[in-house]
Structures are given as structure tokens and as C-alpha cells.
């Protein structure tokens, strides 16, 4: 057996050649490096002292561990060390290929240097790769803590909490999440410039939450005022943060304060939070950063609230001025008092103004002067008194150009300012809006906001005064619209009963000429013709009557019918002839132009029916009945007469029938409505308190018209 002494000596007699063969494998000109893995397997096989099997194990396992923190790849190192343990068993074969002992001994020393270096290779990574997963998973833990912390008091910021528990909340969670002794929030007050206490995680200072820093003053007043974060293990060692550090019953060393800082279109402070130990202490980024991520949530929430109440606020103005608009224009709707709108007009543009006193005028066209027609806040007697011309003073002016005018302590300037004359108004009144009146580009008048503030008003001031000027030119309209109205519709009742009186006058001097004709006459075709006209006549001028005593643009159709049965039944039915007339309810409307034509249409058919049907009858019954349907009105006469010589369709000409005048009659004039008249015979069903117990269909005589309703237009 050979020693390991012997294969270390004939090892080192071949150096040169494993060198080479080394050289050629790792591609080093001049040999492996020293140090590197190729140098430190050489050496060690061929036994040298500085290189032994523990310090081999030792250099391999830190090298292990520094390709690890170095993030190089383990493969790489691993591939590198089999090539080389290759190389030199190659080379260790050729060498020993005549000594078969010796190679034996040879490869079985590379073999342990492999296993030494490749295990201890692992090793030294591995270790370092362990310690890289801990940590990783120790920071995974503490960034989902702090994750969820972070979750809890955004939750708190946007709930329904008043802002005071909301800022304590959110101190509790940094300190439990941080594990310092003390966490303050300060808000800044811009007016006074000073800090104030508004939360903690527990511990008070010496004022209590009165608490109170200047700008500069302790370390939060100097992180407020310079505006960047300030860091320190021991904020006692400082002078001038050790008064706020010993503010707490227990002094506190490690120091962390950071500005609460909006950044919005401009930065503004709100505040400063701070954490503090009681044991020196230097905060890692990841403390910084999250208590700079609470540091914005705060800001946000503070910001959030502010422009919440200032959204509310304008919102409550927003909705009281449409509210006041809406009431406004609602009394404008509802009264034709002109002096009650107007003087609400003039309270309401001074309360929604914020202005101090308000007038209106109006425009006097033909002496190109303004008068006060309503006034807030004015001395009645100076307001009576005022006469201001076209063009003179601000609403002069206004009313001149037609343009809204804003002006500061104008009056001083202008002699003409009625403003001038009362002293006790001229030292109080300073800026003027003056907004003319104006409907359908006529100028009526002119309204003036008077404010005691030395400032124009904003733009939505006086978008609010035009809105009121609109309302008081739209009411002052309205009245003078509704006096011309009042006195045409006076002039044209009095024309109307005049009229009505003259036609009424007119048709019965006509009706007692006839009548008198037929008393005298001798022939009986005569008679019976000028009855016909008397009743035709006396027809037209019931209907002349019910027009003039009910709505003279329409009239109802049973009501039309009504008057005309009076009529035919004084003078068409015989007195040995028992005839009964039923006119059925009818609530249908119809215009003043088909009243007249209906009403000689209905007396055509009822005389038609006495006349024919009931010429051979001493007893019988006329039912007259209108319905609508599909836009057309349907007028029909119905009697139990013997029924007519012939039947008469929509589409038939009743010319040349010896019934064919009155017929005729009927056809032109219903022909002026667009409508058709029918003659039949056929079934009908009764009313119930005329037809059989069964109501069963019975026949009777149908005289028919039909036409187009055309009800009068409800817009204009």
C-alpha cells in the first residue's frame, strides 16, 4: 500500500504538468490564480501545508457564502469545480498509467478533495440563502402588519368618526405598529401660527391636549417651520428639542417628526406627527416611509373634511338661493299684485346679495325718467322722492346702455347720485350694482344693489341680482299685460252683450214677421212652409241664446239638442198629436262654429221625423243621442214613425226625393263640418227606462250626421 506521503512526492514531481493542464481548463495565462478553485484542489492535493483538508472546507464555505450575497449562481461555481476534478484525473491517469498504486492513491485523494470542496461549496450558499428566506419572510410578515395598520387607519380616516377620535385612532396604531412609547399629532392654525396638541396614543404633556408650540419653537415647531422631516437618537442631547422631549412625565430620546403637508394645486401645512422612545433609537426607511404614508392619509383626510364643509356650505347657499328663486317666481305665477312681488323681489336680492339696501325703478317712456317703485333698506321719503333722468347717475345710466354696471364710492364723484342728497345714506352706502330691467330687449326699468363693503360683488352675486331683475321685468310685464288685457276684455263684453242683444232682437222681430205671414195666409202649403221657416228662425236663435249665456267657444251637444226639442215641440207638433221627446246625456263639446250648424241640422231632422214619420201617428216617442268615437261625432234622431219612403247612405244625394228640400238642407249643412249624413231603418237598443224589461234591440227610423270633432287649441 503506498502512504499518503508517497503520493503527495511523486504528486509534486508533476506540478508543472497539473499546472498546465489546469492552465489550459480555467484559461488563465500564467497558471490558477491563487486563491482561485483551482489553485486550492492543486494544493491541496499535492499536500501543501497552507492548504489542508479543514482550511480547504473553511475557504470553499466562504466562498460559498460570498457568492451568495453576491447573487452569483451555485450551478456555475459547481460545473467549474468538476471540470477542473476532471482535468486533473485525466492528466493523473496519464502520469500513473505505468503505476497503477499510485493512481489509485491519487484519484482517491482528488475524490476527497471533491467531496470537501463541492459539500462545503453548498454549505457556505446554502447558509446564506437560509438567512436570505428568513429575513425575506420576517419582512413579508412585517410589511403585511404594516400593510394592515396602514388598512385600519384609512378605514378610521374615512369613516363616520368625529375627527378628534379619528386622529387618536391613528396614534394608537403608529405606536403599537412602531413599539415607541409616544406618537403626537399637532394641526397648524394659520391665523394664529401656532401649533396645537390634537392627539396622542395615551401619554399628555405637561398642558394637557391645551398644549400649544410656536413656529420654531421645540422640534415640531422647527419641523413646521422649515417644512422637512427631522430624525435624531437622542433629541435630548439638542437644546432646542429638549424642552418638548421633557414636556412628557418620562423623558424620550429617539426622535422622528414629519410634516403633514396637502399637496394640492399649492402646498399647505396641516400639521406634524411625531414618534418618540424612551431609549435612544435610529428609525430604519421602512419606519420613515410609513409614517410618511400616515403623515398623507392625514393630510387627505384633513383636506377631505374642509372642502366637505366648504361643498356642504355652498351647496346650503346654492339650494336657499334656488329655493328663494323658486318662491319668487312661484308668487309671480300666482298674484298679479304688483307692489307685493316687487317688494319681495327687492328683500330677497339684498338677504342672497349679502348687499345692505336694493330699489327698482321704473322707466316713465314719454318723460325719460326713473321713479322708485319698490324699495328695501331707503328712507320712504327720500325713495318717493327720487326723479332720476336717462343716462344721469349709475341706473340712469344702466337704464341708458342696457348693460349690468358695478361701481366703488361713485356717488362722491357724481353730482347727479341721488345718493348725495341724504347724508346719513352717503356715509354708509359704498359700492352699487345697478342691473337693467329688460323683456324682449325693451328697457322697462332698472334694479340697484347697495352694499356698505368697498368691493364689487363676485360674479354668482350678480348672476343672482340679474336673475331677480328677469323675475321683476317678467312681473312688471305681466301687469301691464294684464291691465291692456282687462280693459280689451271689458270694451268687448260690452260689444259682445250688445251685440247678443241686437241679434237676439234681430232673429225674434224675424220669427214674429213670419208668424204673422202664416196667421194671415189662406193656403195651406204656405202655412205649412212659413211654419217651417218660423220654426227655423226661433231654431237659430235658441241657439243664439245658448251661446250667449254659456262659454261663446263651445257648447255641449245635448244641450244644443235640449233647446231645439223646446222649440219643435211648440212649434212643429200638432195639438191632437201626442209626441214625447228624450234628449240622452251627451257631455260632448263642440266648437262655436258647429253649434249653430248642429242646431239647424238637429231642427231639420226632428221636423223630419213629426212631419213624415209621424204623419199618420196621433202618439209617439223622438229620441235624440250623440256619442264620439275615433275623433268623429255621431248626432242621431230616432223615431217609432212608419219610417221613410226610401233609405238615404252617407255616399247618396238626397236631391231629387220628394222629400229632398229639408234633406237637402241637411247635406249642405253638414257638409260645412266635413260631415255625411244617413236616413235607415234598423235595430237599435234603448235606454233602460224606455226599451223592454230583456232591453232587447227594437227597430225604429235612424236620422244620422257624422263629422270631424275640431276642438279649440288649449296653448294659445
Given amino acids: 500500500m503506498i502512504s499518503g506521503d508517497g503520493v503527495e512526492q511523486g504528486l509534486h514531481t508533476h506540478i508543472t504538468r497539473l499546472q498546465a493542464c489546469l492552465q489550459r481548463v480555467s484559461g488563465d495565462s500564467h497558471g490558477p490564480e491563487e486563491g482561485s478553485d483551482a489553485w486550492l484542489l492543486l494544493n491541496a492535493l499535492i499536500g501543501d501545508e497552507a492548504v489542508n483538508n479543514e482550511s480547504l472546507a473553511a475557504r470553499f464555505e466562504r466562498s460559498g457564502r460570498w457568492l451568495a450575497e453576491q447573487g452569483g449562481k451555485l450551478d456555475g461555481r459547481l460545473n467549474g469545480l468538476h471540470q477542473y476534478i476532471d482535468a486533473l484525473l485525466n492528466e493523473l491517469k496519464e502520469v500513473f498509467s505505468e503505476q497503477p498504486g499510485m493512481l489509485a492513491a491519487a484519484t482517491a485523494r482528488l475524490s476527497q478533495l471533491q467531496s470537501i470542496s463541492v459539500m462545503s461549496l453548498a454549505r457556505g450558499y446554502q447558509s446564506v440563502t437560509d438567512q436570505y428566506k428568513v429575513e425575506s419572510v420576517h419582512t413579508t410578515q412585517q410589511l403585511e402588519q404594516r400593510l394592515t395598520a396602514l388598512q385600519r387607519i384609512n378605514g378610521v380616516s374615512n369613516s363616520a368618526m368625529d375627527l378628534d377620535q379619528t386622529l387618536e385612532i391613528t396614534a394608537q396604531e403608529v405606536a403599537a405598529e412602531l413599539h415607541v412609547e409616544l406618537c403626537s399629532i399637532f394641526f397648524y392654525d394659520e391665523l394664529q401660527r401656532v401649533l396645537t396638541l390634537r392627539a396622542t396614543n395615551g401619554p399628555r404633556p405637561l398642558g394637557g391636549m391645551h398644549f400649544t408650540l410656536r413656529l420654531g ?260 310685464e305681466n301687469a301691464r299685460l294684464y291691465e291692456e288685457a282687462r280693459r280689451g276684455l271689458e270694451l268687448k263684453s260690452v260689444l259682445l252683450r250688445e251685440l247678443h242683444h241686437r241679434v237676439k232682437n234681430n232673429l225674434a222681430t224675424v220669427g214674429g214677421i213670419l208668424s204673422l205671414q202664416r196667421r194671415r195666409t189662406k193656403s195651406p202649403e204656405i202655412r205649412a212652409t212659413l211654419a217651417e221657416s218660423v220654426n227655423r228662425v226661433q231654431g237659430l236663435a235658441s241657439t243664439h241664446d245658448l251661446l250667449a249665456h254659456e262659454d261663446v267657444s263651445e257648447a255641449r251637444v245635448d244641450e244644443i239638442a235640449r233647446k231645439i226639442v223646446g222649440v219643435a215641440h211648440a212649434n212643429l207638433c200638432p195639438p191632437e198629436k201626442r209626441i214625447t221627446f228624450q234628449v240622452e246625456p251627451s257631455p260632448i263639446v263642440i266648437p262655436s262654429r258647429a253649434v249653430t250648424v248642429l242646431a239647424l241640422v238637429i231642427n231639420e231632422m226632428i221636423s223630419n221625423s213629426i212631419k213624415h214619420g209621424m204623419a199618420n201617428k196621433n202618439e209617439g216617442s223622438i229620441i235624440i243621442r250623440g256619442l264620439e268615437e275615433d275623433g268623429m261625432v255621431t248626432v242621431q234622431v230616432l223615431d217609432d214613425g212608419v219610417g221613410p219612403a226610401f233609405e238615404l247612405s252617407f255616399d247618396e244625394n238626397a236631391e231629387g226625393s220628394s222629400e229632398g228640400l229639408g234633406l237637402s238642407l241637411i247635406k249642405h249643412l253638414i257638409g260645412d263640418l266635413d260631415g255625411k249624413f244617413s236616413l235607415r231603418r234598423g235595430m237599435v237598443t234603448l235606454s233602460n227606462r224606455n226599451a223592454q224589461e230583456n232591453n232587447e234591440p227594437v227597430e225604429r227610423t235612424i236620422s244620422e250626421v257624422r263629422f270631424p270633432l275640431v276642438r279649440r287649441s288649449r296653448t294659445s
Fill in 217 to 476: 419653537e421645540g422640534y415640531s415647531g422647527w419641523v413646521a417651520d422649515k417644512g422637512r422631516p427631522l430624525f435624531m437618537p437622542d433629541a435630548l442631547s439638542d437644546n432646542n428639542f429638549a424642552s418638548e422631549a421633557r414636556s412628557y412625565h418620562t423623558d424620550l430620546h429617539g426622535l422622528m417628526a414629519l410634516p403633514i403637508i396637502f399637496f394640492g394645486n399649492a402646498e399647505r401645512l396641516i400639521g406634524v406627527i411625531s414618534v418618540q422612545s424612551i431609549e435612544p433609537r435610529e428609525f430604519t426607511r421602512d419606519e420613515i416611509s410609513f409614517v410618511e404614508v400616515v403623515a398623507g392619509i392625514v393630510a387627505i383626510n384633513i383636506e377631505n373634511g374642509r372642502l366637505y364643509e366648504q361643498t356642504d356650505e355652498q351647496l346650503r347657499r346654492k339650494v336657499h338661493e334656488l329655493a328663494t328663486i323658486h318662491r319668487v317666481s312661484s308668487i309671480i305665477a300666482s298674484t298679479l299684485n304688483l307692489d307685493e312681488v316687487l317688494q319681495i323681489i327687492t328683500t330677497q336680492a339684498v338677504h342672497l346679495s349679502g348687499a345692505e339696501r336694493s330699489c327698482i325703478f321704473e322707466l316713465d317712456e314719454d318723460r325719460q325718467k326713473l321713479h322708485v317703485l319698490a324699495h328695501y333698506g331707503l328712507n320712504t321719503n327720500l325713495a318717493s322722492s327720487i326723479q332720476i333722468g336717462v343716462g344721469q347717475c349709475c341706473a340712469g345710466r344702466s337704464v341708458q346702455t342696457g348693460r349690468p354696471s358695478m361701481a366703488v364710492d361713485c356717488f362722491q364723484a357724481d353730482e347727479s347720485c341721488f345718493i348725495r342728497s341724504d347724508p346719513f345714506v352717503s356715509s354708509e352706502i359704498h359700492s352699487v350694482l345697478c342691473v337693467p330691467l329688460k323683456v324682449k330687449q325693451k328697457v322697462l326699468g332698472c334694479i340697484c344693489i347697495y352694499s356698505n363693503h368697498r368691493h364689487l360683488l363676485s360674479p354668482e352675486q350678480m348672476q343672482l341680482v340679474i336673475t331677480f331683475a328677469n323675475e321683476a321685468a317678467i312681473a312688471i
